[in-house]
């Protein structure tokens, strides 16, 4: 999840170049704000939540290089963490690449750490894959950091609609807790369209979150 960025990659940090290469899903949603939030793709998310991917404790799977001054998945310039392994295997996936658990490659959380503070001028974070909320607990500790030491917002991709990740619970629903927007939803080639901001199909949604709780505040 989480749209292509159409930057030439000379843009991209150069620490990041190499770590290894990019990969990028693809994203989200559309429907108006007072639009109905019960997703109608509930039960196909339901089956496929369960399976965490396994990674040694501090370090997280990427299936890409960190990005910066991103303005294509979410408000402002956004720093974009391309996480690897994706269970939803959505027809029409723009980056099949990343659904392997055991593709991509190990990285020290703490080494984004000190990547990400690097980077000057962001607005945010924004979680994109792959499917972040496979590798809940590691970006949890990344987005707790990013807003407390460096004052981001945080937002994320998922395949998983927010009714599934709040009825699943544990370290997905605290991932969710610790976001300020989920673009949430499985991609649907035949709901695809392009004009819609920040999302690739129509079934998708733009939930804008209150951090700590999870309450949706507003949807586009
Ligand atoms: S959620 Fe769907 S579109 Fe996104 S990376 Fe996984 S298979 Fe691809």
């Known amino acids: 999840m989480g749209l292509d960025d159409v930057r030439p990659r000379a843009m991209r940090s150069a620490a990041a170049r190499e770590l290894a290469p990019s990969a990028r899903g693809d ?9 109905n939030i019960a997703s109608p793709y509930h039960d196909i998310a339901l089956r496929k939540i369960a399976k965490q991917l396994e990674t040694p404790a501090g370090f997280i799977r ?4 960190l990005e910066h001054d991103n303005i294509v998945n ?14 939803n295997h959505c027809k029409g996936c723009q980056n099949p690449e990343t659904w392997d658990y055991e593709a991509g490659y190990l990285v020290k959380i703490d080494d984004i750490k000190q990547e990400l503070k690097q980077f000057s001028g962001q607005a945010g974070i924004t979680f994109c894959g792959g499917e972040p909320f496979v590798q809940a607990k590691a970006c949890r500790e990344i987005a707790d950091w990013v807003r ?3 004052g981001w917002n945080v937002w994320s991709f998922s395949g ?3 009714e599934i990740i709040k009825e699943h619970g544990g370290e997905p629903w605290e991932l969710l807790k610790s976001l300020d927007a989920l673009i949430d939803g499985p991609f649907i080639l035949s709901q695809r369209d392009l004009s819609l901001r920040f999302r690739g199909s129509k079934n998708q949604r733009l939930l804008h979150l209150e ?4 309450k949706i505040l507003q949807v586009e």
Not at 62 to 65: K, Q, T
Not at 74 to 87: E, H, I
């Open 27 to 35: 994203g989200p949603d559309g429907r108006g704000p007072g639009a």
């Open 74 to 87: 979410g408000d402002g310039l956004r720093a974009v963490l391309w996480t690897q392994g994706c269970p």
């Open 211 to 214: 951090p700590n709780t999870g």
């Open 160 to 162: 998983f609609t927010y």
């Open 148 to 150: 407390s030491e460096l």
């Open 62 to 65: 990427l299936s890409g290089p």
